[in-house]
């Protein structure tokens, strides 16, 4: 996927985790969750057509309102893109950090997807058990956060995979996020999230039958391609995907802006 293909990419990213709190500052899109995920507390600088780099200043200080209002960091997230040079030259100069290094992986539709179910357990809404063990894997804080994490799940359209171990416990689970398309009707793409294998039975085949699972649901329902999120540091992942016929589309940052005065206590 070329680099011009990314900012629709965004839009469905954006769409497919999406924050409850949400504003504006000159194009600007801020995102708030109550802290939980960077992704769904993070900004992303969508710019109106005729957006200039010397609006950056103004556009912070809003930014720095909005979030100072949520007891929240202002935190970017930036797909690498000629785009956004200028924005992260800017972010240099302001001392905001470089986190997290993520890479968006894309892959076609295949015509010889396994059949939409293999043995996995597929739902419309995520189930008690499918979240006991996706945040036991992924997830940060108590019920109050779960709970959060739930509405930024149930804001996007998506289908809810979990397989079981021999003894009939949940071993794996993963998410198929179908975002409307552009002009608000059925979408065309998939974004694979929420990946999670239980500890003590990983490297035994759960995972990809969640995938292939999910894959298989959507060449059913006519979507055209997938794409997923992987950190950069973890390259046996990328090397599973790259296998699954996956391949690198870009990547991004989330930029920090560091802490005026040292914190002080736990």
């Known amino acids: 996927m070329a680099d011009t293909a990314l900012p629709d990419l965004e839009r469905v990213m954006d769409a497919a985790w999406l924050a409850p709190d949400r504003g504006d500052a000159g194009g600007w899109v801020l995102r708030a969750a109550a802290g939980v995920t960077q992704r769904a ?29 949520r007891r929240l960091p202002v935190i970017f997230q930036i797909v690498h893109t000629t785009r956004n040079e200028a924005l992260n030259a800017f972010l240099d100069a302001e001392g905001f950090t470089r986190q997290s290094e993520t890479v968006i992986m894309v892959r076609d539709a295949g015509g010889n997807e396994p059949g939409p179910n ?5 739902t419309a809404e995520p ?7 996706w945040w036991s894997v992924d997830g940060r804080g108590g019920d109050e956060a779960l709970a959060t994490a739930r ?3 149930e804001g996007c359209p998506a289908l809810y995979a979990l397989v079981r171990d021999d003894a009939g416990v949940p071993a794996a689970v993963g998410r198929l996020a179908v975002p409307p398309g552009p ?11 929420c990946m999670a294998t239980r500890s003590d039975v990983r490297r035994r085949g759960y995972g990809t039958r969640v995938l292939q699972a999910l894959a298989g ?27 699954a016929g996956f391949r690198e589309a ?3 940052n989330y930029r920090q802006e560091r802490p005026k005065r040292h914190l002080t206590g736990c």
């Open 41 to 69: 507390n993070s900004i992303w600088p969508r710019r109106a057509p005729d957006g200039s780099p010397h609006d950056n200043p103004a556009l912070l200080r809003q930014a720095r309102a909005w979030y100072r209002g």
């Open 118 to 122: 293999a043995g996995v357990e597929i």
């Open 127 to 133: 189930s008690a058990e499918w979240l006991r063990l």
């Open 151 to 153: 509405a930024i799940l």
């Open 183 to 193: 002009e608000g009707g059925p979408g065309d793409w998939g974004g694979l999230y």
């Open 217 to 243: 649901y959507g060449a059913s329902q006519g979507l055209n391609g997938y794409w997923l999120l992987v950190t950069a540091a973890n390259r046996g992942a990328q090397e599973l995907y790259a296998k």
């Open 250 to 252: 870009g990547r991004y």
